[in-house]
C-alpha cells in the first residue's frame, strides 16, 4: 500500500462510516428499531457482516454492533513523515468499508423501497437489480464450480465512450467472466454505457447493473462471500476462511475506469483483503509486492485494449477459450442471452414448425464437412420460422453408442454460446433462433455445423476423431431424420432404463466441485444422477474415457457393506481419501444415516419432517416458507459445503424418480410436501414412480404450500387425504 | 578465522581507531578527555586484552593453574591434569553460554514472579495489560481457560513458566513445541532438548569443573541445550510474560541519543534489563503529583529517557527514548544532565559510581540481586513497587537543584520501534488477514532477498556502532530486510535508520515491501531477551509454507557485530543451534582452540543446520553473509524468478 493510497483508503472509510451512521440514526427514526432488514431471498443475512463476523443482522437495531466495530477499526491515517505502518490499518479500513457500504446499501431497501429492481435484469425503467438472492448465487455458484464462469470483474467508473465500454464487456466476456458494475465516474457509469451502446444487461447475460454508488459493490462482495459459506462449507464468522476461499477459489478482480476517489480507494481496500486486486486506467500509486492478493494489489495506468488481458494475468487466472471458427463472439459467457421476438432474422423448429437434432456414429465420416441442404439464411425473408434437422456424424476409434446422447446433449451449450444464436430444448423439442445482429455479422447455418465441429473436437477430442454435420432446412428432409433420430432416441431410452445400480460394477465420481467444494465429493450412480442434475451415470463414464485424469473417476463397488442402504466398501474408501477424511461412511440410498454431502449446487433439497413421518422436497426456486420451518436459502445453508447433515440431503430432481430415491428411508411414499410449481413440473416422473412404489395415487396426496407451511397443519392434510406416509414405520 | 587485533603486535603502529561514529559520543569523550575524566573508552586504550585468555589459551579452572597453553607447539600443549586446547575451549564456551543463560533467564523467572504475585493481588501498581496474550500464552501452554477467572489463568501461566526454570514442567521445556516440527526432531534425536533452565545451567557448571566431562564436542552439546534453555525458555517466557503484564508492543515513534536529555526538566535514566522497575518508574515520572513536585523544584517536568535494555523495554511499550547504548552509560553521567540514574542488572558498569560523585548525577541500584559500593540502595520489591517508584524519582527530583554545567550533546535520531511479532503478522494483512504470508510470498519472489538480525552489544575495543551501521546499510541495500534487538537496535536508531525513510536507502525490491507496508527496512524488535521474538516469526514463517520446512532452509542469518559479554554467547548459540548462521564481531575468544572453532562452524551445520562464527573484519561479515543467504536461496530453488503461476479450474481443484 502506497502512503498516498493508505491516506484516502482511511479517509474514504471515515467518510463511508460516518454514512452508515447518518443513515442508520435516519433509518431508525423513520422507520424505528425493530424495523425488518431482508435482503431479497437469501439465508445469509447481510452477507459479508454475517460472513466475517458471524452477526446476523435481521433489524435495524441488529446494525448498531457491527457498525460500532466498523468505527473501532477506523485507524487514524499515516503522518507526513516518521509514519508507523499503514498496510495493516488501510486493511482494516477497507473492511470497515465494506461493513458500512453493506448497511448504506441495506438500508435502501427501508429507506428508498423501489430504488433497486429485485429482479434478474433492468426494468424499462430502473437500471439497478441490487443484491442478488439465493436463488441466483446458487444457479450461477454451478457456473463458478465448473469452471464456465472462472470469476467476475467488478466495474466502477465509466469507460472513456460508449465504444470502449461495450468492447470491454465483450472482452469480459469472451474470457468467460460475469462483470459486477456499480458506481460512477463524473456521474457515467459503465453500465449506462453498455445500455446505451444496446448491450442487454442482467444476470442471464452475465453483465450485471448493481447500483450507481460505489458502496454498491458491497453486493459483488455479498456474492463472493456467499460463495464461501454455501460451497466452501466455511463457518459465518470464520473470516480468515472466508477471505482465504475467495483469495484461492474466486478469481475477481476490480477494474477502475477514471478517477478513483477516497471513496473508491476504500472499496478498493476492502476488495484487496478478499484477494480482489484493482486494475486502473488511471495513474495512481501502485502496489506491486504480493501477499495479501496473489500477485500485484494495484495496477495503474493500465490503457483500456490491455485493461482484461492485464487484469487477468494480475489475477493470476488461466482463461482457455476454444477457438470456434464463427463471426460473433463465442463464449460461456453468451449462454444466458435472450433473443426475443423481433430481435430475430429466424426461428428454427420450436413450437410453430419441426425439427430435431441428431448425433450418430457413421461409417465413412469426412471430417469438417459441414452441408446446408436446404435454403441458408440469406434465402430466408427477415422474421421467418423455418423447420430444421441437425444432423450429426462422427466416427472414433474409441466412440461408444453410449456417448451419442451425451454429444448430442451438448449441443445446447455449444450453440447458445454464440452470440446471437439461442437454444432450447433438444432432441425433437430444439428450437432455435439467429439474431438480426449474428445474421448481419454473417453468421449461417453453415456456422452451426462449424460450432459442433469445432467443439467436438475440442471437448470430445479423446472419443471422436471425425466430425461431419448436415442442416436440413426443408420440410421433407427435416421429418426423414426425425424418423430416424424418433428410433434411436427410443432406443437410447430403453438402455438407460436397463441400467440400474446392480447392474454395474463400477460407479463413477465427480468432483468437479472440489475448486470450490474441496472437501465435498459426488458419486453418480445409475440410479441416482449428480446432485445437479447435470451429469448422469453414462455423463460420468463418458467424461471419464475423454479424460482419464479429469474431475470424474471410476469408483469401483467393491464389497457390499449394506445393501439396503447403498454402502460398498470401494466407494467408501475412495469418498474417504477424496473427502480428505472428512466423510468415512456414506449410504447412498439413505438421507437419514451417513447421507452423500453437497457441494451447495444441489437442485432441490429435500429434509425430514418429524411429526409428518416422512420428508419435504423443495426446489432452489422456491422463495417462501417450507413446513421444515426455514426457506430454501436457509436449508441449503446446513446441507452444502460437504458436510454430512443427517435428515437433510441435496439431490437433483430427477433422482426423485428412481426407484432408489431414499429407498433406505421408505423411499417416495415418505415424499409429504412439495411446492406446487415443483410437483407440476415433475408429475409425470413423480406419477411413474408413485406407481411403482405401489402407490398409485400417491402424487395428489402430496401437500403443497396452497394446502399447508406449517408442519402441524401438513399432518392434518395427510390424515384427511389419507397420505401413505402416516401407515408407514417410523422414520427413526 | 581470523585472530583478535590485540595478539598481532604490529597493530600498534597504525592510525588510533576512532572512539565511535556517533558524534554525540565523541563530543563528550572529547569533553572528558579534555577534563581528564577516565571512561570505558580512555580505559580501554590503557589496558590490552590478555593476549592468552582472549583466544582461549588460559584455563584458570582450578589452583593447580592457572595454565596458558601458549609459544611453540602450543597446539600440543595440555594444561597440568591434560586438558587439551578443545576441552579447554569448549569450557569456556559452555560457562560463558551458561553465565548469559543464567543472565536471561533469571530476569525470566523474575518476570514470571510478578505475575504470579499479581494474579495473587499481591503487588502495587502491575496489573495484566494484555489479556488476549494471556490467553494465547495459555494455550500454547496447553493451559485449559474454560470458565476460568483471568487471575487463575495468570496463576497457572506463571506456575507453569516457573516449573520451566525449576525443570519439573516434564522432560521438555514447554515453548520447545513452538519450533517448527522439524527443528523438534533435530533436537530430540541429538538430546538436545532442555529440560529445564536450572538444571541445564546447573549441568553446565557441573561439566565444566575440573575432572568432568572432556570431549569438547560432547561439552558444546550441552552448551547448545543450555542456551535453547534461553532462547525457548527463559527468554521466550521473558518476552511472553512481560507482554502479559506490561502491554505487546506496537509502533510508536520517538527519538535516541543523548540529545533526549533535558537542560530544562528533571532527567532520570533508567538502565539496566528488566521492565518490572522501568514500567513503575515511567508510571512514577508521569505522575501529577511527582511532576509538580518537580516544578516546585524550578524543573518543566520530568524527562525519563533508557540505557541499554531497560531503555528497549520502555521505549517499545511507551516510547520513552533511549539516551544511548551500552557505551553511552558514562557518556550520559558527563553530560551533567543526568539527575539521577536507576539500575538494576546486566551490563551496569562498576565505573558509574566514582563517575557520578565527579558530577551531581545519583547512581541508585534497586535490585536485592546487585549492589554498588557507595551507589544508593533503594531496594524494589512488587509489593511497594509504585510508592518505591515515587520515591526513587522524588530523589531525582531533589537533585535537580544540585546540578552544575550541562553540556548536552545536540543530537538526535528519529525512530519508529514497537514491532512484536504479533503486531508484525497484524500489519501485513490488518486484523482480517494477519499473517506471514506477504512475508514468505516476497522472499520468495526475491523482493527480499532475506532476512538478518543485526543484534547484541557495544565493544569499546571496536569503533562504537561502526559494524552496526555499516551491516545495516548495506544489507538493506542488497534487500536484505534487517530486525533488530538490544544496543544494536540503538545504534541504528541514534543513526536514524529506524525510519520509515530508511526505504530510500534500500534495494528497489526491499523498498516496494517496505512502500507497501509502510514499514522501515530495519525493524526494532526490542530487548535482547526479546530475540525470543526472532525464534518465533522464523517458526511462524517456516509454518506459513514456501520455504522449507525448518529455520535452517530460511535465506536468514544472525549477526552481532560489537559483541561483548555472555549473554550475547547464549544468544549466538542459541540461535545456531535453532538452524541459524550467526557471526560474531570483534574477536575470536576461542580462536586457539581449533577444535572448538571447527565443531562450532563445520561441526554444528552438520548437526543441527546452524552455525557460530567468529569474524572481525566487517567487509568479510557481509560478505559471509550474503553467500548463505545466496546458498539458502539457491537450495530451496527461488534463486531464479519464475514464471507467473496462471490458475486454471483443475489447478483449483488441486488446492
Known sequence: ?732 | MSDSEETKPKKKKEEPRAKSIDPAALEVIAKAGAEGISTVFSRVDEMKACPIGAAGSCCQLCAMGPCRLVGKNAEEKTGICGATHGTIGARYMVRAIAGGVAAHSDHGRDIARTLLAVSKGNVQGYSIKDPDKLYRVAEMMSISTDGKEMNDVAAEVAQKALDNFNGVAGDELTYVSRAPQKRQEIWRKLGLVPRGVDREVVESMHRTHVGVDQDADHLLDQGMRTSLADGWGGAMLATDLSDVLFGTPKPLISQANLGVLKEDEVNIIVHGHEPTLSEMIVAAAQDPEVIEYARSKGAAGINLAGICCTANEVLMRHGIPPAGNFLHQELAIITGAVDAMIVDVQCVMQALQPLAEKFHTKLITTSPKAKIPNATHVEFDEEHALDIAKDIVRMGVDNYVNRGEVAIPQYTGDLVAGFSHEYINYMLGGKYRASFRPLNDNIMNGKIQGAVAIVGCNNPRVTQDEGIIYLVRELIKRDILVVQTGCAAHASAKHGLLTPETMEMAGDGLKEVCEAVGMPPVLHLGSCVDNSRILTILSQVVEEGGLGDDISDLPVAAICPEYYCEKALAIGTYAAASGAYVVFGVRNPVADCTEVVDIMSNGWEKKVGGQLVFEPENEKILEMVMSHIQKKREALGIHEEKERVLLDMAARREL
Not at chain 1, 454498491?216 to 476461499?245: C, E, M
Not at chain 1, 416422512?614 to 459445503?641: Q, Y
Open chain 1, 1 to 732: 500500500m502506497s502512503k498516498l493510497i493508505a491516506s484516502s483508503v482511511i479517509a474514504g472509510a471515515h467518510q463511508f462510516v460516518s454514512e452508515a451512521e447518518e443513515k442508520l440514526q435516519q433509518a431508525i427514526d423513520t422507520a424505528g428499531p425493530e424495523a425488518d432488514i431482508n435482503l431479497p431471498n437469501t439465508g445469509y443475512y447481510l452477507p459479508v457482516i454475517y460472513g466475517l463476523t458471524g452477526m446476523k443482522v435481521e433489524k435495524i437495531k441488529d446494525m448498531e454492533a457491527p457498525l460500532a466495530h466498523a468505527r473501532e477499526l477506523l485507524p487514524e491515517g499515516p503522518a507526513e513523515r516518521l509514519w508507523t505502518p499503514y498496510l495493516g490499518t488501510a486493511l482494516d479500513a477497507g473492511v470497515a468499508t465494506l461493513f458500512a457500504c453493506e448497511i448504506i446499501e441495506s438500508l435502501r431497501y427501508v429507506l428508498e423501497p423501489g430504488f433497486y429492481t429485485e429482479t434478474d435484469a433492468p426494468t424499462e425503467d430502473n437500471l439497478w437489480l441490487g443484491a442478488a438472492d439465493d436463488v441466483i448465487m446458487r444457479e450461477r455458484g454451478v457456473e463458478f464450480v465448473d469452471g464456465t464462469a472462472p470469476g467476475f470483474a467488478a466495474i466502477t467508473g465509466a469507460a472513456p465512450d460508449v465504444e470502449t465500454a461495450v468492447q470491454i464487456a465483450q472482452e469480459l466476456k469472451q474470457k468467460m467472466l460475469y462483470v459486477f458494475i456499480a458506481g460512477k465516474d463524473d456521474g457515467v457509469s459503465f453500465a449506462e454505457q453498455l445500455v446505451e451502446g444496446g448491450v442487454e444487461l442482467g444476470w442471464n447475460t452475465r453483465l450485471v447493473p448493481f447500483s450507481p454508488y460505489i458502496s454498491g459493490h458491497i453486493w459483488s462482495l455479498g456474492f463472493a462471500t456467499r460463495a464461501a459459506l454455501a460451497f466452501g462449507g466455511v463457518q459465518p464468522g470464520d473470516y480468515r476462511n472466508v477471505l482465504k476461499y475467495n483469495k484461492d477459489r474466486v478469481f475477481a478482480f476490480v477494474l477502475a475506469f477514471g478517477r478513483v476517489t477516497d471513496r473508491k480507494y476504500a472499496a478498493a481496500a476492502g476488495a484487496i483483503s478478499y484477494g480482489f486486486p484493482t486494475i486502473a486506467t488511471s495513474d495512481i500509486p501502485e502496489i506491486l509486492p504480493t501477499g495479501v492478493c496473489t500477485y500485484e494489489h494495484v495496477v495503474s495506468n493500465v490503457e483500456c485494449d490491455d485493461i482484461v488481458a492485464r487484469a487477468i494475468e494480475v489475477r493470476g487466472l488461466k482463461v482457455v477459450v476454444t477457438e470456434v471458427p464463427v463471426p460473433v463472439a463465442y463464449s460461456p459467457a453468451f449462454e444466458g442471452e435472450r433473443i426475443r421476438k423481433g430481435e430475430y432474422w429466424v426461428e428454427m423448429a420450436g413450437p410453430k414448425s419441426t425439427g430435431c437434432e441428431f448425433t450418430e456414429i457413421a461409417d465413412d465420416v469426412e471430417d469438417g464437412k459441414v452441408t446446408v441442404a436446404g435454403p441458408e439464411i440469406g434465402d430466408i425473408e427477415q422474421g421467418s420460422t423455418v423447420p430444421i434437422a441437425i444432423h450429426v456424424e462422427v466416427s472414433g476409434r474409441k466412440m461408444q453408442k453410449d456417448f451419442e446422447p451425451i454429444l448430442e446433449r451438448q449441443g445446447h451449450t455449444f450453440f447458445n454460446e454464440a452470440e446471437g444464436v439461442l437454444h432450447m430444448g433438444q432432441r425433437d423439442t430444439v428450437w432455435m433462433r439467429i439474431s438480426n445482429r449474428a445474421k448481419e455479422a454473417g453468421f449461417t447455418f453453415e456456422h452451426l455445423g462449424k460450432i459442433i465441429h469445432a467443439r467436438y473436437h475440442a471437448d470430445f477430442g479423446e472419443v471422436v476423431d471425425k466430425v461431419q454435420v448436415t442442416i436440413y432446412t426443408r420440410q421433407e428432409d427435416v421429418e426423414r431424420i426425425l424418423e430416424k433420430a424418433a428410433k434411436a432416441y427410443h432406443e437410447r431410452d430403453e438402455r438407460l432404463g436397463s441400467l440400474t445400480d446392480e447392474s454395474v460394477d463400477t460407479f463413477y465420481s465427480c468432483i468437479l466441485c472440489q475448486s470450490f467444494a474441496p472437501t465435498h465429493v459426488c458419486v453418480i450412480t445409475p440410479e441416482r444422477p449428480g446432485l445437479c442434475g447435470s451429469y448422469n451415470w453414462l455423463d460420468g463414464k463418458a467424461a471419464y474415457e475423454m479424460n482419464p485424469t479429469g474431475g470424474n473417476q471410476p469408483v469401483p463397488k467393491g464389497e457390499t457393506v449394506d445393501e439396503e442402504r447403498g454402502q460398498w466398501s470401494g466407494v467408501n474408501e475412495y469418498v474417504k481419501e477424496h473427502s480428505q477424511g472428512m466423510v468415512e461412511a456414506f449410504n447412498t440410498y439413505s438421507m437419514l444415516e451417513n447421507p452423500m454431502t453437497s457441494c451447495g449446487c444441489f437442485e432441490v433439497i429435500s429434509c425430514i419432517l418429524p411429526m409428518c413421518n416422512g420428508i419435504m422436497t423443495v426446489n432452489r426456486e422456491f422463495k417462501g416458507e417450507t413446513p421444515s420451518g426455514m426457506k430454501f436459502s436457509t436449508l441449503a445453508g446446513s446441507v452444502g459445503g460437504g458436510v454430512q447433515s443427517p435428515g437433510f440431503l441435496g439431490h437433483s430432481r430427477f433422482y426423485m424418480g428412481s426407484p432408489k430415491f431414499i429407498s433406505a428411508d421408505g423411499g417416495i411414499k415418505r415424499l409429504v410436501w412439495m411446492p406446487k410449481e415443483l410437483k407440476e413440473e415433475m408429475r409425470e416422473i413423480l406419477e411413474k414412480a408413485a406407481e411403482k412404489a405401489g402407490a398409485p395415487d400417491l402424487v395428489d396426496k402430496i401437500c403443497t404450500e396452497e394446502e399447508a407451511t406449517e408442519e402441524s397443519e401438513v399432518l392434518e392434510y395427510l390424515t384427511k387425504v389419507g397420505h401413505p406416509a402416516l401407515e408407514m414405520d417410523p422414520m427413526f
